[in-house]
């Protein structure tokens, strides 16, 4: 696209009131919007890049054979009475509201209520098991504080896939797969060396959960890692000595780091399934709960861990996979000069072959251009000035590395 | 997709307490589940008509110069009560929540506001005019009553459109043009015949606003139809005489009719620019209140409008455009016979084909797949047999006619 189309501004200083890396970057490049603490908006680059990262999860979340849904923000307080978490003491995040008649909801922090109840109408025998559903969908969370930018939000998009298997066997293997697709999701998103598959607390669901822990000064959360066996273990469970022999590792060999939870895979077993009477007939006709997992990924807090990884002093850095645009597109020239004249049918080249390039075409310092255009990332700058114009072979410089290639136009314009 | 790996089941009957033929429909053939009154989820085969009925809006949008957004469910009130539209008196479908802090939050039921106060970080001179911004995201009503099925819910997507333009012409020009863009959408949406440009009152906002009304019998609207100008009255301005002048229509033309209000438009003016302070230095550097509109459709509306509109006693009846899959391909064979194994080979070559098919893979009685085919609406249904396996040529069925058109094999395999 054209950047004189583009509506968004970018700012010299970060805003004063965000203390994290990410939101003072992001909303300097004009990616975001704070709407209030721990609330923000995305803005056309930050949208085009939030939704790269939510169809490369989808890809693989689909690859897994899940089947994509879209449950409703508004909760029934009757189905989390019934799991016993609609209680504020339960969970003590929750946000509430009420309808004109007074009966109280709740706005859904997570969905295993409602996709359990959802279920029971659609899952009978056992040949309609294994089951695995999933969305993209926001997530709402009363979050006392809110410093860490888009990792830590009171609303935000999670993808939450829940398995629905016939009994332990079947979902132990699915979620070794689950894993897998898990690590492919941070390793296609530029993150997969800095993430950890690390045991985590169950909760009160199984003895341990897995969580994928991205090591960076900028995490809440601590870890100790062996790095050779690319695992991890969570602080809660650093002192719990079953946790070593689960997990293969020695304690001695580890090392202490902090660390974004960027996603969490979770066993269930039957905690929802019991409570909601989810259950189907096995062979024998014998009703028998269904054993559940669940597996979220937020999003939006993978693009804040990104940034916290991957950005340098100049601004945003963006692996190609989640980039807004593949290309940036500088143009040196002045309305209806050469150079512009140049700039102009490139890029018309680069779009009809189906290039996502963003085009700055408008008229400003050099300095300036590049200045921003280091502040927003996109992989790759192509720089159109005289020499370029004239010869057809343009500069192309990787934002990651600084490194310049000389180019020929032929092979900007090819798919 | 295998239908065989569908986790949502039909139903023969209609759930007792739906009333509305598009959510008896829609539940029953498991596109749609009801969280509670006005609540809906969307199943994977309504999630891919309401995704194409978005993707078919977006193009719109785009194509108009939209540049999109998503903002945030969670209101602030502040900007809310600068603009006079926080008090539940002002807007009676408010829901809202607290912050632990006790500061209470709205959940957005529209994006004026919030929108507004964000251009104003982006616009500074006209030369940042016009700018077109659009968003598809959860609005919350706290709707008293809701009987219409998925037509009128407490929590659904909505395109919202906003334009922000130097003055009130360059603004009406848009505005024509965000009208021909609805007609298409409505047009493309199969809905375009029964659909008409309705005069309705503009608020507080302007002197008239259009909605775009489709006649049904399950229409909560009453409006005066001129058939041949393609034009309409809404019941709220029939008795002003002002309407006829601007309409170039004549009131002892008009026919009565039901109607969907489908989508509208508004003139917003300077109504929020000036709340909000949100203005622009013009070409003498003289700070001007920016010209607002505002441009709305409901994709989930859209979606039980033409269930409503298309549907017959069989079930639904869905046009090329919004089906969740164009073709629905069934097997009469048992697994591992010959027949089986044609309809296999048959779905194979269409899905590298890139056609997209549900195929009904399930061993099951004719009539029983041929009923719940014709439940679940899609546009052609390519039926194996045993002749069709040994011929290579298929009966193809219009669910929308019942007309049959033998089709050979490689028909069907070519994109």
Do not use: C
Request: charged share 30%; glycine share 8%.
């Amino acid at each position: 696209m054209r950047q004189s189309r583009l509506f968004t501004k970018t700012r010299r200083e970060a805003p004063s009131d965000e203390v994290a890396k990410n939101a003072q970057l992001l909303v300097r490049a004009g990616y975001i919007h704070k709407e209030m603490a721990g609330v923000y908006d995305y803005l056309p680059l930050g949208l085009r890049a939030l939704n790269n990262i939510i169809a490369l999860i989808r890809e693989e979340m689909n690859a897994l054979g899940g089947e994509e849904v879209f449950l409703s923000t508004l909760q029934d307080s009757e189905i989390w009475k019934k799991s016993g978490r609609w209680d504020d003491e339960a969970v003590d995040i929750w946000f509430k509201t009420k309808l004109k008649n007074g009966s109280e909801l709740g706005l859904g922090n997570t969905h295993e209520e409602a996709l359990t109840a959802l279920m029971k109408e659609h899952i009978v025998s056992y040949k309609d098991l294994p089951r695995y559903v999933y969305q993209f969908q926001n997530k709402f969370r009363n979050e006392t504080r809110a410093k860490s930018g888009i990792m830590r939000t009171r609303e935000f998009i999670m993808k939450d896939l829940y398995s629905f298997s016939r009994d332990s066997t079947e979902h132990a293997a699915f979620y070794e797969k689950a894993a897998a697709a898990y690590e492919r999701i941070f390793k296609r998103a530029g993150i997969g060396d800095k993430t950890y598959r690390t045991f985590a607390s169950g909760g009160s669901f199984s003895k341990y959960s897995h969580e994928y822990q991205a090591v960076s000064a900028a995490g809440e959360d601590v870890i100790y890692i062996d790095k050779k066996r690319r695992l991890a273990v969570n602080k809660e469970v650093y002192d719990d000595p079953e946790v070593y022999a689960s997990a293969g590792i020695e304690k001695s060999s580890l090392v202490e780091a902090k660390a974004i939870e960027v996603g969490n895979i979770f066993t269930l077993g039957t905690r929802f399934s019991d409570a909601l009477g989810l259950s189907y007939k096995d062979k024998e006709g014998k009703p028998t709960p269904v054993f559940m997992g669940s597996y979220g990924i937020g999003p939006g807090r993978l693009m804040g861990t990104i940034v916290e990884l991957m950005a340098d002093e100049k601004g945003l850095v963006w692996p190609e996979s989640v980039a807004p645009f593949a290309y940036h597109l500088v143009s040196l020239g002045r309305e209806g000069d050469e150079v512009s004249r140049a700039a102009d049918a490139l890029y018309s080249d680069m779009r009809k072959a189906g290039i996502e390039v963003l085009y700055d075409d408008r008229d400003a310092r050099a300095g300036e251009k590049f200045a921003e255009s280091d502040l927003l990332g996109i992989p790759k700058r192509i720089v159109v000035g005289k020499e370029a114009a004239e010869t057809g072979v343009f500069e192309v410089v990787e934002r990651a590395t600084g490194a310049v290639v000389k180019t020929p136009r032929a092979m900007l314009t090819t798919p």
